[in-house]
């Protein structure tokens, strides 16, 4: 098993849809995790940490499941402006920090 | 505040030759990170230090890498020898101390080998 795994996409959805992306990690003693986005041609951006009991910011929702080793990402009413590619980021331990290799968001009018 | 910053923002080298990247986080962080990005795929974790610690370098690809952080601050990548299949963005981030605290990235050096 990888040790960050996400679904590459693309994710091709309408403007104002809800949009969920999940993504594995394998070490089960991993302590943060957060969610990137990453823009053509730019450098990763931080879009939210994910906090155990879960955290929100506007349209954005993260989850944690420990159990399962997954963190999650929902994006309610999609912006044009959210297309994106979405990094998930884990701990990996001794302070590496591991990026899964992104989903694409395209969000159409 | 000043943000992560990397020179040169763009390098062009010929096969074979040497050349550096340098990385000077933001005041403060403890901790830098470089990272790799080929066209089209995911970032590539290289090296990471943390304050005086020894690095972790278990991602550097081949000997012909090496970076230095100097003062626990500034960093410099290192390529020798260059080959084509080292064209990428390598890209900087530093954090404060601590798990939970977040990457800042620079904008990243896109090395060109022709």
């Known amino acids: 098993r990888k040790e960050v795994e996400q679904d590459p996409g693309p994710f091709n959805v309408p403007e104002g849809a809800t949009v969920a992306f999940n993504c594995t990690y394998s070490n089960s003693a991993s302590q943060s995790f957060f969610w990137y986005r990453q823009d053509c041609r730019k450098e990763p951006k931080l879009l939210m940490s994910v906090y155990s009991s879960g955290n929100e910011d506007g349209r954005f929702t993260a989850q944690l499941n420990r159990a399962s080793q997954y963190i999650s990402l929902l994006i309610r009413d999609s912006k044009l402006s959210d297309s994106a590619t979405y990094l998930c980021?884990?701990?990996?331990?001794?302070?590496?920090?591991?990026f899964g290799k992104g989903t694409k968001l395209s969000v159409k009018p | 505040g000043a943000g992560v910053s990397q020179s040169p923002s763009n390098k062009v080298t010929e096969k074979g030759k040497d050349v550096e990247l340098r990385c000077d986080p933001i005041s403060g962080h403890t901790a830098l990170y470089w990272y790799r990005q080929s066209l089209g795929q995911g970032l590539e974790f290289l090296i990471y230090?943390?304050?005086?610690?020894?690095?972790?370098k278990s991602g550097l690809p081949s000997d012909r890498f090496s970076a230095e952080r100097t003062g626990g601050s500034v960093s410099t990548l290192t390529i020798q020898r260059t080959q084509q299949e080292d064209s990428a963005v390598y890209l900087c981030?530093?954090?404060?101390?601590?798990?939970?605290?977040?990457?800042?990235f620079g904008n990243g050096t896109r090395l060109t080998v022709t």
């Open positions: 980021v884990v701990n990996g331990g001794q302070g590496n920090l591991i």
């Open positions: 230090f943390q304050g005086n610690s020894a690095p972790d």
């Open positions: 981030a530093s954090r404060p101390t601590g798990d939970y605290s977040p990457l800042h």
